[in-house]
Structure formats: structure tokens, C-alpha cells
């Protein structure tokens, strides 16, 4: 959307694997439009979601999206966290953002719902529907007359000469199909190694699948928060918490964890494939990663295999939520870099070719960021 909308003469091809678009991802995550709390000042992290919280909200507005600015409650449930939530809530300060600390009882009465000892109020984050946000770019694009975008193709190999790139796509409808440009941006999530390897690169991690299982609350639970509400996060990982999460449509999601999955597209428990196998446990930074958070690796793994142990995330802020809540909701996998020392790649990571460039990493505030990353990656094309 962002090339069509501002080089005048691009034709751009996009290049689908899938039937349909935001079939991983985008479709998958909480709808949650983040805004800047977690992230350490300066990094691409928190420039691109300060920048996307507003220009997302906007793009809703005017595209008659789906959307809420409710803001996010951090609370902390027991005194040990309360160190944690204080540097959060600097941290906040640092990303341009205007918390408010709330006491326990300030927050019981914003929340009749929730527990704590204490914690701090973000009025700049809210809710959406991402796979309605990408159809609205999607449709931008293709209106312009000067965007294509073919679906059910994946990539096999890239060739690369000295001013003109091909794409070879296999499938089963069409069978072998090659398309030829002059740039290649490189944004296949989950895959994006492999293709940056297609392209000649050899890149330095690899991108392992975390899935995040959700539930959806029982309808009793409807509107029970008027904020989305979040544990304070472990310091030393990327993910954020079972948190509650306002959905678009007026129901209430609690999640997610974060499990090593067995795959990249493995959404259910006990789904394996000998391939997928190979490429997360080949690798050696896998293994350290996870003998550096054994800790966390079996809390996680123990959320994802009892629904007790579950609820017990849950019930640290919202006893009133038993067991029969829980109801049944999609996962969602997320791609994340790991070095081969088994260290996570915390920011947004690149790479090039002279004619292509490559998302390398693109955790979480992505969606939110989807608009200052399109920029930014239409700036790199440029020099």
C-alpha cells in the first residue's frame, strides 16, 4: 500500500503462499494495537509503535475499521513485582507515553474484576481486527491499478543478477510460474530465513515458532474489564503474560503463553513433521535457548499441557474465572529470531542483497508498527 501510495510510478507483485491473506500472523494475534510500553528507548521497537499506536488508529478511523482506544491496566499481584512494575512504568515515560500509577484500591475501582497490589494505567493502547485492517491495505493497493497480488504461490528458489531479480512459485492450480522485478522485500514471517537464504544471504539466526494458545471466556465474562489488563512481564523474555484482552465483537480472550512449537504452522498440541522437526532442533541455538530459560520453557510448557496450571496465570489478577470458563479459541505462532549462542533477538533485524531486502526479525509490535515499518523499508530501498 505504502509504495503504490507513495511512488507514483512502482508496480509492485505481491507473492502469496496462502489461499487468502493473514492467514498467520496478522489473523492470529490478540488484535491488541500496542503502545510503546516494553520496548528500551531508542530501539525500532519503540519508535515504529509509538509511531504505528497513532497511525494505526487513524488508518481505523478512516477506513471505518473496527477499532477502541480502551487503554491497558499493568498490575502487579503480589510485592515482588512491584520493583518490575516501577520500571515499567519509567520505562513508559522514557517512550513518550503518560502513565498513571494506581493504587490497589483505584484500581479495584476501575476493575471491580481484579486483583492487585498495585499498578499503572496506558490510555494510548486499544483493540482492532488486523485481518480487517489488512484487507483495507490490501484493497488500497489493488485499487491503485498499479498493484497485483497472486495467491496460493510459494517461493522455490530466487535469482538475482546484476539488475533484475526472478522469483520461481510452484502450485498445485498452476503449477511453476517465475516473475521478474527489480526489487525483492522480503516479509514471509516464519520464513523468512529460508527465503533470505534463496536469495543468496546466509543469516546469522534462525527463526523459531513460539505459539501462543488462547481461550475464550464464557459469555458470563463479556465485558468484564472495561481495559485490557496485563501481568507484569519477566524481564528476560519477549512475551508479555496471559493478559485479558477486549475483543472486537464485544467477548473476552485470556492469553497467551509462549511454547517452543513443533512447527512453524503447528496451531494444535501434538502436531509434528519430520521437517519441521529438523529445522528447529538442527539448530544449536535452540537447545541453549533452551537451557538458558529451562525455567520458563516448562512453565510455559506446563500452561500449554494443564488447563489447571493454566488458570492459575489467570487467577493471580481474576480469581473469579474457574475452569468451565475457558472455552476453545485459535492460536497463534509467532516468528522469533534466536542467535546460534541461543540468545533472542530482541528488535527488528534486516538484511540485503543489492536488489533485495529481507525482514529478517519482526516480533511483536509488528501489526501495530505495520505502517512506520512499510516507511522505513521503502527508505531502505532507496539507498
Known amino acids: 500500500m505504502q509504495l503504490v501510495l507513495q511512488k507514483k510510478n512502482a508496480r509492485v507483485i505481491v507473492i502469496e503462499r496462502e489461499k487468502r491473506p493473514a492467514q ?15 520496548y528500551a528507548p531508542g530501539s525500532l521497537k519503540a519508535v515504529y509503535c509509538r509511531e504505528g499506536c497513532e497511525q494505526t488508529l487513524s488508518f481505523c478511523q478512516q477506513h471505518n475499521i473496527p477499532h477502541e482506544r480502551c487503554g491497558k491496566l499493568l498490575v502487579a499481584t503480589s510485592d515482588h513485582e512491584i520493583e518490575g512494575m516501577q520500571n515499567l512504568y519509567a520505562r513508559c515515560k522514557e517512550n513518550g507515553l503518560s502513565p498513571t500509577l494506581l493504587s490497589k484500591q483505584q484500581i479495584g475501582e476501575l476493575e471491580p474484576h481484579i486483583q492487585s ?13 488486523y485481518k480487517a485492517v489488512c484487507q483495507a491495505m490490501l484493497n488500497i493497493a ?18 538475482e543478477s546484476a ?19 527489480t526489487q525483492l522485500v522480503n516479509c514471509a514471517g516464519l520464513y523468512a530465513d529460508e527465503v533470505a ?10 527463526l523459531l ?54 512447527g512453524r504452522e503447528a496451531y494444535e498440541n501434538f502436531s509434528f513433521s519430520a521437517t519441521e522437526l529438523k529445522h528447529i532442533f538442527s539448530f544449536p541455538g535452540t537447545w541453549k535457548l533452551l537451557w538458558q530459560h529451562r525455567k520458563s520453557a516448562l512453565r510455559e510448557a506446563a500452561s500449554s499441557l494443564s488447563r489447571q496450571y493454566y488458570l492459575t496465570l489467570v487467577q493471580r489478577y ?43 526479525n519482526a516480533p511483536s509490535p509488528a501489526a501495530t508498527s505495520a505502517i512506520p515499518i ?10
Open 117 to 129: 497490589v498495585g499498578g499503572f494505567k496506558v490510555s494510548q493502547s486499544g483493540i482492532t481486527d
Open 209 to 262: 515458532p513460539f505459539r501462543g494458545e488462547y481461550f475464550r471466556l464464557s459469555s458470563r465474562f463479556d465485558g468484564i474489564t472495561n481495559h485490557l489488563v496485563y501481568p507484569i512481564p519477566d524481564p528476560n523474555m519477549p512475551f508479555l503474560g496471559v493478559h485479558l484482552t477486549k475483543m472486537i465483537g464485544g467477548f473476552t480472550t485470556v492469553g497467551p503463553n509462549a511454547v517452543l512449537a513443533s
Open 142 to 159: 489493488e485499487h491503485s491499478g498499479r498493484c497485483q497480488i497472486v495467491y496460493d504461490q510459494k517461493i522455490t528458489a530466487i535469482e
Open 197 to 206: 537464504k534463496m536469495a543468496g544471504l546466509l543469516p546469522d539466526v534462525r
Open 163 to 181: 539488475n533484475a531479480l526472478k522469483v520461481f512459485t510452484s502450485s498445485a492450480s498452476t503449477g511453476n510460474l517465475a516473475y521478474t522485478g
Open 374 to 383: 512499510a516507511n522505513d523499508l521503502i527508505q531502505r530501498l532507496s539507498n
Open 24 to 38: 498467520h500472523q496478522t489473523g492470529r494475534n490478540s488484535g491488541v494495537i500496542h503502545a510503546g510500553v516494553y
Open 318 to 360: 481474576c480469581n473469579a474465572i474457574k475452569l468451565d470458563d475457558l472455552g476453545p479459541f485459535r492460536s497463534g505462532i509467532r516468528a522469533q529470531a534466536v542467535s546460534i549462542k541461543g540468545e533472542l533477538v530482541h528488535d527488528f533485524a534486516f538484511a540485503k542483497t543489492p536488489l533485495s531486502l529481507h525482514v529478517i
